[in-house]
């Protein structure tokens, strides 16, 4: 890739460095092969954390859950974790989502965050997690406009995609709670 091509991205000069530099670590430290194992990749010139859980998630078929900004944000939203630091919030993701199922769980974020829990002005009113999100009449009551997320079977499906981890940790959390004795 060149610097006109990641141009559109803006920061091409950084990235065209990055990209450079990446090329010549894999070859010189992976025989050219992209590494699957976290440790590996956060090593490579350019790629974070974030970076690195997209290309085990998307191109490598591996347990990856990428916190970008709108995970970030939907997670403190719909209650599942005050932290503010990516990590730490891929933390506590981790540990609701079974590890196959957390790429797919971070794009559905995601793509309801692009969709309708919109940074500004949550689309709170044709939100599909509205009854039980802490946060919702946070933002719009009355639906801002329709997308393809939120009509027909995609809509219960993507609700029930997002809301089942969330809902299990809950009551997992209930049960630890009420087993030692602390009122929920
Ligand atoms: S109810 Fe509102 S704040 Fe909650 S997830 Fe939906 S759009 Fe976001």
């Known amino acids: ?4 091509s990641s141009g559109s991205t803006g920061f091409y ?3 065209a460095r990055s990209l450079v530099g990446m090329a010549q670590r894999l070859v010189e430290a992976f025989d050219g092969e992209v590494p699957g194992a976290m440790e590996d990749l956060v090593t490579l010139p350019g790629v974070g954390r974030k970076t690195a859980n997209v290309v085990r998630s998307v191109a490598l078929g591996l347990p990856g859950l990428p916190v970008d900004t709108h995970v970030l944000r939907l997670s403190r939203r719909l209650g599942i974790t005050d932290e503010t630091d990516p990590v730490k919030v891929e933390y506590v993701l981790n540990a609701m989502i079974p590890a196959a199922e957390r790429g797919g769980f971070s794009l559905r974020m995601i793509l309801h965050g692009r969709r309708t829990c919109f940074a500004r002005k949550p689309n709170c009113g044709a939100c ?12 719009e009551p009355r639906p801002l406009a329709k997308s393809s997320i939120q009509r027909g079977e995609r809509n219960n499906d993507s609700r029930r995609r997002i809301a089942e981890p969330i809902a299990l940790s809950t009551s997992r959390k209930r049960t630890a709670k009420s087993s030692r004795g602390v009122p929920s």
């Open 1 to 4: 890739m060149s610097k006109r």
């Open 13 to 15: 000069n950084s990235k």
């Open 128 to 139: 599909v997690l509205a009854d039980f999100c802490p946060s919702a009449g946070t933002g």
